[in-house]
């Protein structure tokens, strides 16, 4: 599972279509590296991408806003219509001007300014190219969940490449190759899940969905920007609440494969929903292993997978691949420069998660002093 640490944060990303360009011919060499070296097997790469490599934060923020306004109708609508747009803007060669068809048009689903339904439009064929090189290559696209400002944008930009992906030809059910983000350290995660899934039910019965779970990297970010602003905290008031309400995603998500499963199996057709575990919380893999087993889910299907970061977290992937399930290492990807960012998060993690690191340092020590007596 590879990572390119690409994005951008409000006012810092220039709207500039040739640094757009360079992150998609990037996104696209590591699809193409993922699916040559591949090691998997039956089960496929993944690449992870972040919509603020494609489009600016500050579009995405207003973007967010203009969508966040509608209802569930109007969100399927405007899905929907910038589904559409993807297709017919390839066709078009992404020629369309700021007064053209295309803008009118999704500005009848969406309450935008001109140029932003321009900016927009614009990222569409770029966003198509990645979704069909990764259906095409048999990798799953997996978009990350950012700010809270700017994630409802992500995930109608991620529900527009589902209603084309995530569908085969004939309106035969394939196994989706666009995956969302949830984060489960907001209080209304499960909501956000929720709303997604019935978004994409809503689109089609034809339309898959993948979700990877996590608890969410943004917490102090999110917390200062909501009392800059003077918003409630979106984040759960403790770690415990965040614990609760991502084990409670996980199940709504396992319930779900299982459900699709069955479906499936009765059908003979492919299954329609996946979930993919992205913590290194032993408790939470623990939970969900079980989980998996008592709803009879094939845990080498591919329909649930486990991920934790490359370099972490080895006493959780390790055993998890040992009982029989799919685990990935998420390795990012970039110059110094760019991977910066990430690594300075994963550093300011909290607490908790050094916790964990402790607990990872004395398992090591431990193994390495029952090595060394063995050898002795
Ligand atoms: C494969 C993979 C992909 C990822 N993709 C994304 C992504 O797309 N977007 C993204 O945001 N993150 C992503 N992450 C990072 C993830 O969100 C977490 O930051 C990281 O995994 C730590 O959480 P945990 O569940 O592993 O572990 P834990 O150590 O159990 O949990 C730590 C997390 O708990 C939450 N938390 C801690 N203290 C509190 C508190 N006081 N109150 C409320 N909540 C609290 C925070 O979210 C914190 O990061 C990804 C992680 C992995 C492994």
């Not at 700010?147 to 944008?153: E, F, G, L, R, V």
């Amino acid at each position: 599972m590879v990572a390119p640490m690409l994005e951008t944060d409000l006012g810092e990303g220039v709207d500039e279509q040739e640094m757009y360009l360079r992150n998609l011919t990037k996104t696209l060499l590591l699809v193409g590296q993922s699916r040559r070296q591949s090691v998997l097997g039956g089960s496929r790469p993944v690449c992870q991408t972040k919509m603020t490599a494609h489009l600016t934060a500050d579009v995405l923020k207003r973007v967010s806003d203009a969508y966040q306004s509608l209802s569930l109708e109007g969100k399927v609508k405007a899905v929907a219509t910038l589904g559409d747009l993807m297709v017919e803007e390839v066709k078009a060669k992404g020629s369309s001007s700021s007064s053209s068809p295309s803008v009118k048009r999704l500005l009848l689903s969406l309450p935008l300014q001109e140029t932003d339904a321009q900016r927009l439009i614009s990222c569409l064929p770029r966003l198509h190219q990645l979704g069909a090189a990764c259906r095409d290559d048999g990798v799953v696209l997996a978009v990350d969940a950012e700010w809270t400002y700017t994630n409802p944008a992500i995930n109608l930009m991620t529900l527009a490449l589902m209603h084309i992906f995530n569908r085969g030809e004939a309106g035969e059910i394939v196994r989706p190759v666009i995956w969302n983000t949830y984060q489960g350290y907001l209080k209304a995660a499960v909501e956000n899940l929720q709303e997604d899934l019935a978004v994409a039910s809503l689109l089609g019965s034809d339309v898959s969905f993948g979700a990877k779970l996590v608890r969410g990297a943004y917490m102090e970010r999110e917390r200062a920007w909501a009392a800059e602003q003077g918003h409630p905290d979106p984040v759960n008031d403790t770690y415990e609440d965040t614990c609760t309400v991502y084990n409670r995603m996980v199940r709504v998500m396992l319930e779900e494969v299982a459900r699709a499963g069955a479906a499936a199996k009765l059908q003979g057709t492919a299954s329609s929903r996946a979930v993919m575990v992205a913590t290194h919380n032993e408790e939470s893999v623990v939970r969900a292993a079980e989980l998996v087993g008592r709803l009879g889910l094939d845990p080498q299907g591919g329909d649930v997978v486990f991920a934790q970061v490359y370099g972490m977290a080895e006493n959780i992937s390790v055993p998890l691949a040992a009982a029989g399930f799919l685990v990935y290492k998420s390795v990012p990807v970039g110059t110094v420069g760019e991977v910066l960012p990430y690594l300075s998060r994963r550093a300011a993690e909290n607490r908790a998660v050094m916790r964990g690191a402790r607990r990872e340092r004395q398992l090591l020590a431990k193994e390495l002093a029952a090595r060394v007596t063995r050898r002795g």
